[in-house]
């Protein structure tokens, strides 16, 4: 899981080749660097490169925008909630597991009482 998580942010795709797979111009792509919606890496010779995780990112962002009628503002207030719910279920994930692992360990504390009781 960690290596797809790794590979998933390696920047790989120069602007033209992310703008294709999304649909949208450059120059769109462009735009939503410069008002903060996607984040590009960029070479040492300034040239963006983009993940596949910034794909994703993209293709949500055109999907509230053109298939959803959200403006901007609001995929980006859409965004960043997605975002949020996300770390938050990964939380009660981590949570959740923390109980079990310690109902689990008192389960078998409680049984190893029982036995040695008798």
């Not at 903060?36 to 995780?53: E, F």
């Not at 965004?79 to 078998?108: C, F, P, Y």
């Amino acid at each position: 899981m960690i290596m797809e998580d790794q590979s998933k942010d390696e920047p790989c795709f120069v602007i033209s080749v992310a703008a294709r797979i999304v649909g949208l111009h450059a120059q769109t792509l462009r735009y939503y660097e410069r008002v903060g919606l996607i984040w590009p890496s960029r070479t040492v010779g300034r040239q963006r490169l983009y993940s596949a995780a910034d794909i994703e990112r993209l293709q949500r962002i055109k999907t509230l925008t053109d298939d959803m009628g959200v403006n901007l503002a609001g995929a980006e207030v859409a965004m960043k909630l997605m975002a949020r719910i996300e770390e938050l279920e990964s939380e009660v994930r981590q949570l959740t597991e923390d109980i079990r692992r310690r109902h689990g360990s008192n389960t078998v504390r409680i049984a190893s009482r029982r036995l040695t009781n008798h």
